[in-house]
Nanobody, 124 residues
């Protein structure tokens, strides 16, 4: 499976961005897809996840109400709509997929495939 993110950029606080992650290859093996982010000097952290066939959605507490994850199975694409962005949202955003079921989708070591990341910078 190959994952390619796009849509990052520089935005002012309070602004919006929409990230995309396009998957190719053996995508039928995907159970869960998720967005992670990594700020400079910090660990990569879970942001949001979605079950590929069931559609259940999960968010980190810090992004609830501001970020929305969605998917288009026909296009093998996942999105992250980001509104009311804050400087703390700055980081490299990665998409990732799991090829088996895990009840807890937050640990990053449970993901088999990763994209190269897209930079999001929130600054005035």
């Amino acid at each position: 499976v190959q994952l390619v993110e796009s849509g990052g950029g520089l935005v002012q606080p309070g602004g919006s961005l929409r990230l995309s992650c396009v998957a190719s290859g053996r995508t039928f093996t995907t159970y869960t897809a998720a967005w992670f982010r990594q700020a400079p000097g910090k660990e990569r952290e879970f942001v949001a996840g979605i079950r590929w066939n069931g559609g259940n959605i999960y968010y980190a507490e810090s992004v609830k109400g501001r970020l929305t994850i969605s998917k288009d199975n026909a296009k093998n694409t996942m999105y992250l709509e980001m509104n009311n962005l804050k400087p703390d949202d700055t980081g490299i955003y990665y998409c990732a997929t799991q090829t088996r079921y895990y009840s807890d989708i937050r640990p990053k070591n449970k993901y088999n495939y990763w994209g190269q990341g897209t930079q999001v910078t929130v600054s005035s």
